[in-house]
């Protein structure tokens, strides 16, 4: 079992950055492919980025390649998503899962969920 609490976001100019944390508990996290989605308003949750259990494979939705970067320390049972150059479509709720590998969770997302943290970018 994997509980995931995400933090970070909040209300940014475009242009700017924030970084989304997802912190998880449980003995089994550095198992886990990670990933990130995101919802906005009316509109069906999707693919934001995914990274294996290791790092050694990262995976990005072809809208924010070039200014996300998702990263984990398996030490501090957290993963991390760096957002730089926002843009006002960028706002959504942020979800954080957790998954057995990189390439599900990038495809249909993981076994576990967060509750998500609002990302909103005024432009």
């Known amino acids: 079992q994997v509980q995931l609490v995400e933090s970070g976001g909040g209300l940014v100019q475009a242009g700017g950055s924030l970084r989304l944390s997802c912190a998880a508990s449980?003995?089994?996290?550095?198992?886990?492919?990670m990933g990130w989605f995101r919802q906005a308003p009316g509109k069906e949750r999707k693919f934001v980025a995914a990274i294996g259990w290791d790092s050694g494979t990262t995976y990005y939705a072809d809208s924010v390649k070039g200014r996300f970067a998702i990263s984990r320390d398996n030490t501090k049972k957290t993963v991390y998503l760096q957002m730089n150059s926002l843009k006002p479509e960028d706002t959504a709720v942020y979800y954080c899962t957790a998954g057995l590998s990189s390439t599900l969770v990038a495809a249909r997302g993981g076994d576990y969920w967060g509750q998500g943290t609002q990302v909103t970018v005024s432009s």
């Open positions: 449980g003995r089994t996290f550095s198992t886990y492919a």
